[in-house]
């Protein structure tokens, strides 16, 4: 089909891949690709290693960009990271546009217009998911230069937005506040949620955990297993920051849902729960007690695990 948001990224399918940190690789992102949709190379995407320099972590990243250009010639994105050390994030773009990448992915913290200036002038399109929608920041982005808008509810795995609003009311919320297309994410899972984000305003949809229980995703096979296996109702929801965190049950998420019960600060809660490390030590090396196993409440309809293409036309097979 072809849409604003087809047209915007030059892809068949108005789907967009999260990056999920850990969760890709140039296999994983390609495989997307060339099934229509836009795959994204997670900040981790394609290392095993948690790397602490600037300049391995930059060349890691250069060189799973070639391997997915040698994979697809069809468009894949990054999200652009926000360091402390700005080194990486000015790395980061050159890399970006040294490589000719065609899609980027920021957030609330990206505030610089001369940023997004730079970017809009190598015909780079960006793509803007802040942690929390507000009309105020869709509209800011808007004004900024954003070339798409990601409607996140509260459905969704990873870092859950602060505002307890699901997808279905946060997406039409947004769609009626701004003129750019908006994407809908959280809760995505099959050819039904698809059309009820249409039904909403969305143009598109972005997903994640639909994506994870796949042949070609990175993560590992008890991991997928244990998604097919699950439902919503499985899923743990504990305090974090910024402010929530849902994960699949596991020692680790259990110890932090009860210390949310106890009262444990969002800051000790976040510190336990052991950021990006645990996140790679439950989903991609597959100790699901030790770390963390984060999906949305989408997976209530993900039944096994199957080729990135079975996914995208299945859920796309009602969008003409």
């Known amino acids: ?12 399918k108005p789907i967009i ?54 994979l697809t010639d069809k468009p894949f994105g990054v ?17 970006i546009i040294e490589e000719g990448v065609t899609v980027v992915l920021a957030n609330e913290y990206i ?30 982005a808007e004004s900024f230069g954003a070339d798409i808008y990601v409607a996140t509810g509260f459905d969704e795995g990873g870092t859950v937005p602060e505002r307890v609003i699901g997808t279905f009311s946060i997406v039409p919320m947004i769609a009626d506040a701004i003129d750019i297309p908006v994407v809908a994410a959280g809760g995505i899972g099959d050819y039904r949620t698809v ?11 972005f997903a994640g955990s639909l994506f994870i229980a796949t042949s070609e995703n990175p993560a590992a096979e008890n991991v997928k297993q244990k998604i097919v296996d699950s439902n919503a109702t499985d899923l743990l929801l504990f305090r974090t920051l910024p402010a929530y965190y849902r994960s699949l049950p596991g020692k680790l ?22 950021g990006g490390a645990n996140m790679k030590l439950g989903m991609l090396d597959g ?20 080729p990135v293409k079975n996914i995208i036309k299945d859920v796309m097979k009602d969008i003409q």
Do not use: C
């Open 1 to 12: 089909m072809k849409s604003r948001i087809t047209n915007i990224l030059n892809i068949e």
């Open 195 to 205: 059309n009820a984000a249409f039904a909403l305003g969305a143009e598109g949809v």
């Open 79 to 95: 999200p652009l990271v926000i360091s402390r050390d700005m080194a990486y994030t000015e790395q980061l773009v050159e890399v």
């Open 253 to 274: 998420a259990e110890e932090l849902v009860e210390m949310d019960r106890q009262g444990y600060s969002n800051s000790e809660l976040s510190q336990y729960m052991g």
């Open 111 to 140: 505030k610089d217009k001369s940023l997004y200036q730079k970017l809009k002038s190598h015909q780079i399109k960006i793509i803007y998911r802040p942690l929390t929608p507000t009309i105020e920041n869709a509209k800011e």
């Open 17 to 70: 891949q999260g990056p999920m940190s850990w969760l890709t690789d140039a296999q994983f992102v390609a495989a997307v690709s060339e099934a229509g949709g836009l795959g994204f190379l997670g900040p981790n995407g394609g290392s095993a290693l948690i790397t602490r320099s600037v300049t391995d972590t930059i060349e890691r990243f250069r060189q799973e960009i070639k391997k997915i250009k040698q």
């Open 287 to 306: 100790d699901t007690e030790n770390g963390f196993v984060s999906v949305g409440t989408g997976i209530s309809t993900i039944s096994e695990i199957k």
